[in-house]
Each structure stands twice: as C-alpha cells, then as structure tokens.
C-alpha cells in the first residue's frame, strides 16, 4: 500500500475512562500523489455481537432440515466525524506525496462501556482515518483505544461482607462398606469484590469423614460472559465460561481433616459489567472444588460464589490478611495505607471476536510489597507506565505542526499568496499566430475569405429550406 498512518493518543497507552476526552493525531505518509476528494477522522464506539447455531426447521415436505441461524445484535454509543482535508461533496483535490499530520479529538459518553473483546462479540472503541478517493476505492486506517466505565466497589457497604458458606456431600462408595458419613467443607473470604492485582484470601476447612479420598482442593476464578442477539426478531442468549487464574491447595485423604489458608491472584481482566440488559455482561464465578475418584459416585464436592472485580478497591482492603483477621487491630480510627495509580495491562484472556486482535487494558493495582505501592519518594517505579505520567517522568514533546485543510474557509487571500493550480492537469492554450488570417475553430482549420452562413432576416416567414 502507497499509505500508511500512525495514531498517536495524548494518553500514554491509549486508555481513557468513560466521560474523559479522547485526543491525539493521525499522521498519514503517502509515497505518491493522490487524487481524492477529502480525508476525514471518525471516533466511535459500538458493540456487536453474533454467533451461529443449527436449528432443525421443517422443510416443504413436513421433514425436519438442519440449518444455520445467525443471531446478531448491533448498537452504536457514539460517534464523530471531522473532515480534516477537503470537505463532505467537494470537487477533486491533488494530495502531493508526503507527510500530513491531522488531530482528533471527542468527548466520551459517561455511561459507555468497557472495551471488550470475546469469542462472540465486542465492545469496540476506535478512531478511523479515512481517504475518500475520487475514482477508487476508499483507503480506510483504524486504530483501537481502551476505554473503561468506573465501577468503585466502594459504592455498595455490603461488598465488604466475606463469602462464607459450609456445604457437604456423600458418597454411594461408602454405603457398600456399611458407612456413609459426608465430606463437609467450611469456605470463606475476606470480601466479596476484589480488583485486578488484589489477593483473594480464603480459608477452607475440608472435613473428609467420608470412605472417598479427595485427590485435591482446587479454588479457580471463572469468567462468564452472556451475549445478546436476535434473529427473526426473536433475542437469544448465548453463555460462555473461561477459567482465568487457579490455585491447587493439595489432597486430604478419607477420615482426615485439612485446613487451608492461601490465596488467588486476579489477573488484569473486564470489570463487571454493571447493566443488566448490555448486549455483552460479564460476571464473576469463584469456585471451589473438593475433587474425587469419578468411580465413588456423586461426583465433586463444589461451592460456588459470585464475585464482583472493580475498578477501584474497597477501602482498606490493601491490608488484608485473610478472613476473620482485621488489620491493624481493632481500632476503629485506623489510617489505611494509600495505593499508588494502577498499572493498565493486557486482557488476560486470548478469546477475540473474528479478525479483531486487538486486546484491551484495565486498571491492575500492586498490593504487598510489590513495585509502586507507596505514594513515597523511595517507590520504586513499575515497568509498566501508569495512565498519567508525572510531569517528571515524561520528556517534553515539541511542537506538533497540524496539516491545515487547504478548503477550510478563509477571508480574500492576501496579495502574496500563491496562485492555486488545479488538481488535474490541463493544456495551456494554443498560442494565436501573429500573421496570416487563417484562425482555428475547435481543431479544424478555417480557410482565408471564408464568410459564415447570414441568420434568417427579421421578415422570414418561418419556412425551412432557405439561405
């Protein structure tokens, strides 16, 4: 391709929350002249979903026949548009070959959504460069952008609550032996919502009293993700679920009792959303299993938690330790410690909705000891820039020199300005020779003496034939 664009945002790594304002330049190279009628710059921001399915239908004959269904839903949150050379319907420009340098910029809604990208759908933020050609087809440049909706736990009180649930289960294996006593097992966590980076602390109690060993105790955090679409004006749901960090805390065997206090790690992922009727939601799972032989019977012993992930951590949750443990004491008037800005990493996840590659960076907080958590002088700096750099760690940026648009209006040019040619190429007019009568009409040569045909006299009578 003659073209290419480079974005580049105001934003370090091109994350925005919803509300802020999105800003940068677009800098277009060509390698050869162009004729085209303008350039504009789109930012907008959508969500799309859609999956197939087979469905069985009954044919002319009355017989079932299998088919594929699409089920797609679409809907645009914002959008922009600024011509940035040349206008909407305007006549032919010549774009020289070279370097121009455009900017952008649009204010992002404050309800719009988290960026996303899934198997089945996205939520999708872009800037789009666009070269509308005279005689061609259209040259098209896209960039993607981060933008997230500011979900702080510290909202709802009742998230500071711990998940806490006892739950048991027997086994056929052990009524054969003439016994049947349960797995018992006692789950809990310091909170019920957590954000990117944070430590989940539980504590399990697994009170093996059955004749069934439990191979291991397994805490995973699932992903669930529910995708809105319609077809035939029916809506469809379609559910996914995708493990995103696990933990093995080990095996107890039969007629033993294990106590575990770990943690799980949440990795940089969506935050929940918060609607109920998104075309794309994405919920929390934490799970616990007590995992068995399959031959025993009655499969796994299992406890499920649904679990919120924020954008901003609950109010002293940093000094957590684990459940039932208050940090720093009792006293009530105790000054939690202050977290440094999140770290913006990568989706987690390598699901992508068809060609679209791009993933996403939520906010990820450093907790215990890890770099960046002090606010204070000796904080060692992450490797991974922060949204807004301290006026210190960032260089100063020269002067960016924009490419005007050669039909903004203006006043009556000055007299020093530079004639315009046109942007096609045209033949200068044939020269009229100095002597001679002979003189040329339309390319054909007029003969000297040559006297033209004299119109109609005033008195004519309206016939047809005379000279």
């Avoid at 679409?74 to 420009?93: A, C, R």
Wanted: proline share 9%; with cysteine.
């Amino acid at each position: 391709m003659s073209s290419k664009v480079n974005f580049s945002f105001d934003s370090v790594l091109g994350v925005y929350y919803a509300g802020q304002v999105v800003s940068g330049t677009a800098e277009l190279i060509t390698e050869r002249s162009k004729t085209i009628r303008s350039i504009y710059i789109t930012v907008n921001g959508f969500v799309e979903t859609r999956w197939q399915e087979s469905v069985e239908k009954p044919g002319a004959d009355g017989k079932l026949i299998k088919s594929l269904e699409t089920h797609t839903a679409t809907e645009i949150y914002y959008s922009s548009d600024k011509y940035v050379y040349g206008q909407s319907g305007g006549s032919q420009l010549e774009l020289p070959k070279g370097k121009y340098v455009f900017p952008f910029q649009t204010t992002i809604p404050p309800q719009a959504p988290t960026s996303f990208n899934g198997t089945h759908g996205q939520v999708k933020h872009e800037v789009t460069l666009t070269i509308d050609r005279a005689v061609r087809y259209n040259n098209t440049f896209k960039q993607c952008f981060t933008v997230i909706l500011p979900n702080d736990l510290n909202v709802k009180p009742e998230l500071l609550q711990p998940l806490k649930r006892i739950e048991e289960k027997t086994f056929w294996w052990g009524s054969i032996f003439g016994g049947n006593k349960p797995m018992v097992m006692d789950v809990s966590t310091s909170y019920s919502a957590y954000v990117p980076g944070q430590k989940i602390h539980f504590h399990i109690v697994l009170d093996n009293q059955s004749d069934v060993q439990c191979q291991d105790v397994k805490v995973r955090l699932f992903k669930n993700i529910t995708y809105r679409g319609k077809s035939n004006d029916q809506e469809q749901l379609k559910s996914t679920e995708a493990r995103i960090a696990d933990k093995h805390c080990g095996e107890v065997d039969k007629h033993n009792k294990a106590q575990f206090d770990e943690y799980l790690l949440v990795p940089p992922t969506t935050p929940t959303t918060l609607g109920d009727r998104d075309p794309i939601r994405v919920s929390y799972t934490l799970r616990f299993i007590a995992k068995t032989f399959r031959l025993h019977g009655g499969g796994d012993l299992v406890v499920d938690f649904p679990l919120i992930i924020g954008t901003v951590p609950l109010l002293g949750s940093a000094d957590d330790k684990g459940p039932g443990q208050k940090p720093n004491g009792t006293n009530t008037n105790v000054s939690y410690r202050p977290l440094a800005e999140p770290n913006f990493q990568e989706d987690v996840s390598n699901e992508h909705f068809e060609s679209n590659t791009f993933k996403p960076r939520y906010p990820v907080y450093l907790f215990d000891g890890q770099p960046g958590i002090s606010n204070g002088a000796g904080a060692a700096k992450s490797s991974v820039p922060s949204l807004y750099p301290k006026a210190e760690d960032t260089p100063p940026a020269g002067p960016v020199q924009f490419t005007p648009n050669p039909v903004s209006p203006a006043g009556k040019p000055s007299a020093g300005e530079a004639h315009k040619m046109p942007p096609y190429p045209v033949q200068a007019p044939a020269a009229v020779p100095a002597t001679g009568n002979n003189f040329e009409v339309l390319g054909f040569s007029i003969p000297p003496g040559y006297q033209p045909t004299p119109s109609a006299p005033a008195d004519a009578t309206g016939s047809i034939g005379w000279k």
